[in-house]
C-alpha cells in the first residue's frame, strides 16, 4: 500500500469516530429532554435517511472533482451537524445533518480505493479499511461513553475559560465540543489526500436525469450474478450492524446492569473481533474466492441468538483482573466472548464481500455511482431494522426476544443467499457447457 492508503485511512478513522461519538452524545441529549425510549433508534434512522434520498446525486457529486476535495467539503457538513446541535436544536434534526454529510462523504471514500489500487489489492484494502471503519464504530461509541460519563464531564466542564461564557453546562454539550475537535482534525487530513489523477465524464446536473442513471447503475448491479450476492450480502450486514448498536446497548442495560454509558463502552470489546475478523479476511482471503467465507454469516447469526440466552446473573460478581480501576468480572467474561466473536464473524465475511461488490461495480460502472447503489441499499437496510426495532421497543418487547428474532432472521437470509448464488453458479456452469457444445 502507498502513502496516499494511509493518508485515507487516516481521515476515515476520525471522521467515523467522530460520528459514532456524536451517536452516544445525542443519546445523552435525549435523555436530557426526557425523550421517550423509542426515539433513540431514531437517531441513526435520520442519520441514514440521506444515504437513501440523495443516492442518486452523491455519487453524481464524489466523481465531479477530486476525492479528496469531495470528503473535505462534506466533513465540513458533518462539523456543521455538530455546531447545530450544540446550540439547541432537536438532536434528530441536527444528527440528519450530520447524516447528509456522511452520504456524501462515502463515496469519496471508497470510490477512491479503486482508482488508487489495482483490483488484487482491493480486498487487503477492504480489510483495512472495514476493519479501521467498524473499528472506529465501536471506539466512537466508547468514546462518546467517556465523554457523557460523570469522572470525564466533570473535568471537561471543570475547563471553562474565567472571562469568556460558553454556555456548555452539561456533559452532553461538553462531549459534543470534543467531538467537533475530531471533525476539524480530520478535515486538515482530507487536505492532505493527493489528487488520483481519475477524472471521469461531465456529471449531469439535471436531477432527473441523474435519478434515471442511478436507477440504470441500480438494476445494473442486481443483475450482475456475482454483484447481486455481495450486494445482498453487505445490505444485510450494515442494516443489522446498525441495529446491533442499539441491541447490545439495550442488552447491557437489561441484562448486565449497566449504564447506558458502561453499555457504550461494552461495545469496544467487539471490536478487538471486528478487526481481527477483517484482518484475517485480508491475509487469507483473496478475491477470486470472497464468495467462500457466506457460510459465516449464517454463524454470526446463531451466536448473536446464544447472547440472548445470558446474562450477568449466572455467574458470580467476582473481580477476576484489574488494571487501574477497570475491573473484569467473572460474571461478564461470556459476554465478552460473545461480542468478541461475533465481531470476528462479521468482519471475515463482509470485507471479502465489499472488495467484491467495490470490484464489480468498478468494471460495470464508475466507482462513485457504484458506492451510492451500495449506500442506498444499505440504508435502505437500516431504515427498516431500525423501524422494526423502535416500534419493538414502543410495544415494549423482551430484550432478549429481540435479539433471538434478529439473530434467527440474519442466519435464514443468509442461507437464502447462499442458496440464490448456488443456483447463479448452477445457471452460469450450464450456459458455459452450452457454449461448449456449440463450439
Sequence with gaps: MNRSFYIIMAAQFFSSLADNALLIAAIALLVQLNAPAWLTPLLKLFFVLSYVVLAAFVGAFADSRPKGNVMFITNTIKFIGCVVMLFGSHPLLAYAIVGLGAAAYSPAKYGILTELLPPEKLVAANGWIEGLTVGSIILGTVLGGVLISKTASQSLLGLDMPVVETSIDTAAESAILIIMMIYVLAALINLRIPDTGARYVSQK???????????????????????????????????????????????????????????????????????????????????????????????????????????????????????????????????????????????????????????????????????????????????????????????????????????????????????????????????????EHKH
Design 205 to 435: 446536473t439535471n436531477p432527473i436525469e441523474l435519478v434515471k442513471d442511478f436507477a440504470i447503475c441500480f438494476k445494473t448491479l442486481w443483475d450482475d450474478r456475482l454483484g447481486q450476492i455481495s450486494l445482498a450480502v453487505t445490505t444485510l450486514f450494515w442494516g443489522a450492524g446498525a441495529t446491533l448498536q442499539f441491541i447490545v446497548i439495550k442488552w447491557a442495560q437489561v441484562a448486565l446492569h449497566m449504564t447506558l454509558s458502561q453499555g457504550a463502552i461494552l461495545q469496544a470489546i467487539s471490536a478487538f473481533g471486528v478487526a481481527g475478523g477483517a484482518i484475517w479476511a485480508a491475509w487469507r482471503v483473496p478475491l477470486r474466492d470472497s464468495l467462500k467465507v457466506l457460510p459465516y454469516g449464517i454463524a454470526m447469526g446463531l451466536v448473536v441468538c446464544i447472547l440472548a440466552l445470558y446474562n450477568s446473573d449466572m455467574l458470580p460478581n467476582t473481580t477476576i483482573w484489574t488494571i487501574g480501576k477497570f475491573e473484569i468480572s467473572l460474571n461478564l467474561l461470556p459476554a465478552y466472548f460473545l461480542l468478541i466473536l461475533v465481531g470476528w464473524l462479521a468482519g471475515f465475511f463482509v470485507v471479502p464481500m465489499n472488495a467484491l461488490l467495490q470490484h464489480r461495480g468498478h468494471v460495470l460502472m464508475s466507482a462513485g455511482h457504484s458506492i451510492a447503489v451500495q449506500n442506498f441499499n444499505e440504508n435502505i437496510s437500516v431504515l427498516m431494522m431500525l423501524s422494526i426495532y423502535s416500534g419493538l421497543i414502543w410495544l415494549d418487547a423482551p430484550v432478549q426476544a429481540v435479539i433471538i428474532g434478529f439473530g434467527i432472521a440474519v442466519s435464514l437470509i443468509m442461507w437464502l443467499v447462499i442458496k440464490r448464488h448456488a443456483a447463479n453458479q448452477a445457471e452460469y456452469d450450464s450456459m458455459h457447457l452450452i457454449g
